[in-house]
């Protein structure tokens, strides 16, 4: 399983998405009308679950925000820290 797939996975399990990986496009916003439409809430649980499942920490409230703007931006963060 490749690294945006695994990411789609944890995304749906952990936050109980109502929408299947299929439907998580790579360059899909995650927040906001366009998206998938995560909230807050979804945002601090994806930020756990990066941590648990990726070993990715991320601490910046404006870095979080650029990280988690999609999948393929939580996949370039992670392949950045070289956690893959």
Same mark, same amino acid.
């Given at each position: 399983?490749?690294? @945006?797939? &695994? !990411? &789609? ?14 439907? !998580?496009?790579? $360059?899909? =916003?995650?927040?906001? =009308? ?7 809430? $979804? *945002? ?5 679950? !990066?941590? &648990?499942?990726?070993?990715?920490? +991320?601490?910046?409230?404006? &870095?979080? @925000?650029? +990280? ?5 931006? +939580?996949? @370039? *963060? +992670?392949?950045? *820290?070289?956690?893959?």
């Amino acid at each position: 399983m490749n690294l @945006r797939a &695994k !990411i &789609k996975e944890v995304m749906a399990t952990e936050l109980m998405l109502e929408v299947s990986v299929d439907e !998580i496009g790579d $360059d899909s =916003p995650l927040f906001g =009308p366009n998206g998938i439409g995560l909230d807050s809430v $979804d *945002a601090l649980q994806l930020v756990v679950a !990066i941590e &648990k499942h990726f070993k990715l920490k +991320i601490s910046d409230q404006d &870095k979080a @925000r650029e +990280i988690l703007a999609n999948v393929d931006s +939580i996949a @370039r *963060a +992670i392949e950045e *820290a070289g956690l893959v």
